[in-house]
């Protein structure tokens, strides 16, 4: 649940769902929830908003993309006015860099 549902506040349903769409993006990539709750008070949220660099470490994202670590900060950012569009999503580079079929096989199989 986004921050804004979280502490009872009016919140724009748009920006809401970005921020679910994260969640999910996040989990589907990951493997693994992002954070327990959107509170500033959780120590994962807190620190993908302080600290990203290290919140990666946390969760074993070192190797993910810059591009991806960059929209996921965005799409998950405690205020629902920073949060990108629909439209900004669909021209951001993790969206729009090439994607290596076989490249991304031969790293699956190396992992298994």
Do not use: C
């Not at 990666?56 to 205020?79: A, Q």
């Amino acid at each position: 649940m986004a921050p804004e549902i979280k502490e009872g506040k009016q919140y724009d349903g748009r920006q809401v769902d970005i921020f679910s769409a994260g969640v999910i993006l996040f989990i589907v990539v990951q493997g693994l929830f992002p954070f327990r709750e959107a509170r500033i008070q959780e120590f994962f949220y807190n620190l993908l908003l302080t600290d990203p660099v290290q919140y990666f470490k946390k969760v074993r994202g070192e190797n993910l993309s810059p591009e991806f670590k960059d929209l996921i900060v965005k799409m998950l950012s405690y205020n629902g006015k920073d949060r990108p569009t629909i439209q900004q999503i669909e021209s951001h580079p993790w969206f729009t860099k090439p994607y290596d079929v076989e490249q991304t096989k031969e790293k699956l199989l190396d992992i298994a």
